[in-house]
């Protein structure tokens, strides 16, 4: 199995709630390091190309062609664990400036900033 690591930004196959198929997306692995250890499971939040609005927990990624990004996008405050099964593949991986912004907007959305 590939080992992801914090900040990958990955591409994750969600299945439709009514399981009538599935839809890939963007996101980034927020889980540390020692995370994945003993599990089978990644920390993730979601990211949108829609970045017409960003709000508490979301971060307007900069330098979003190294992450592998088509479009202009958002690391939003959404997240989720999946298992590490459901990664299509590595995109590319969030600056360090990015990820400094991406850490800081989840903890003031968490409440532990």
């Known amino acids: 199995m590939t080992e992801y690591n914090w900040g990958d930004v990955v591409l994750v ?3 439709f ?14 889980s540390s390091g020692a995370y994945p250890q003993g599990r ?3 920390i993730i939040a979601a990211i949108t190309s829609k970045i017409d609005r960003v709000l508490i ?15 202009p996008s958002v690391a939003t405050g959404l997240i989720r664990t ?4 459901m990664i299509v593949h590595r995109l590319g991986k ?7 912004y991406v850490d800081k907007q989840l903890g003031i959305a968490l409440g532990i900033a």
């Open 82 to 85: 999946i298992k590490q099964g």
């Open 40 to 42: 089978q499971e990644a």
């Open 17 to 30: 709630a009514d399981e009538t198929g599935v839809k890939q997306r963007p996101t980034v692995i927020v």
């Open 13 to 15: 196959s969600f299945a």
């Open 94 to 100: 969030l600056s360090r400036d990015d990820l400094k």
């Open 57 to 71: 927990g979301d971060h307007l990624i900069g330098d979003w062609h190294r992450a592998g990004l088509l479009f």
